[in-house]
């Protein structure tokens, strides 16, 4: 079955600390790709998206994610968090379901940071 | 800005009754989704619409019917609420292609 996979479920860092969440999806051909955050009490908000050219993409706040077709992975990275990115993050693909825009998510990942 | 407006942040409803979630969007997109969203599931596609009168089923739509009768406004019903339907709901729109898709607050439903 078509699915997306997070690693982490709960990541707990320190402010200053790098950041890496693993996403990989078992779609062969061409995806959309995206990182979503949700901040406490708040609506889900996008992040940042591929969709085609360079691999490595820079969303908002700092966020950037590199596209591995290879891996079929797209990690979302940050080389330094704060307190404020503390939330849960999801990452979702689009597997080519022409206009619908229909999106797979994964389970989610949990992260707190630490003053 | 999209805006995604869902009726409730909060409901609680009984089991047996029937419960409707409405979500109204301001962008005119063409598409609308229903997920729910349960820790350590992420979010799960109940049914989404793609044009008036339009629907599908999505990964999780046992239990659960949706109405689109304007194309700004999507309905999720439950027609005989179960306390396994207890969850967060999300409403969110999208153009498609490979637009993102802009999401409401939620409504928290609680099935006593």
């Known amino acids: 079955a078509q699915s997306v996979s997070q690693h982490n479920h709960h990541v707990i860092l320190s402010e200053a600390a790098s950041l890496e969440l693993g996403c990989n999806y078992s779609y062969g051909g061409t995806v959309n790709l995206f990182w979503y955050v949700q901040y406490p009490g708040q609506h889900l908000q996008l992040l940042l998206k591929?969709?085609?050219?360079?691999?490595l993409v820079k969303g908002i706040k700092g966020f950037e994610a590199e596209f591995i077709k290879s891996k079929f992975s797209f990690n979302l990275r940050k080389p330094s968090v704060q307190w404020s990115d503390t939330a849960e993050y999801f990452c979702a693909v689009d597997p080519g379901s022409g206009n619908t825009g229909k999106l797979i998510f994964g389970q989610g990942t949990t992260l707190q940071v630490k003053p | 800005d999209v805006k995604v407006t869902q009726s409730s942040r909060y409901l609680v409803k009984r089991t047996g009754e029937k419960v409707f979630l409405e979500c109204v969007q301001d962008?005119?997109?063409?598409?609308m989704f229903w997920y729910r969203q349960d820790p350590g599931l992420g979010l799960r596609l109940i049914y989404f619409s793609y044009d008036v009168k339009m629907k599908e089923k999505g990964d999780i739509p046992e239990g659960y019917s949706v109405s689109r009768e304007k194309k700004e406004r999507f309905s999720l019903i439950l027609e005989s609420a179960s306390t396994n339907q207890t969850s967060m709901y999300l409403c969110?729109?999208?153009?498609?292609?490979?637009?993102?898709?802009?999401f409401g607050d939620g409504t928290r439903l609680s099935i006593l």
């Open positions: 962008m005119d997109h063409e598409n």
């Open positions: 969110a729109s999208g153009q498609g292609g490979n637009q993102p898709q802009h």
């Open positions: 591929y969709f085609s050219g360079d691999p």
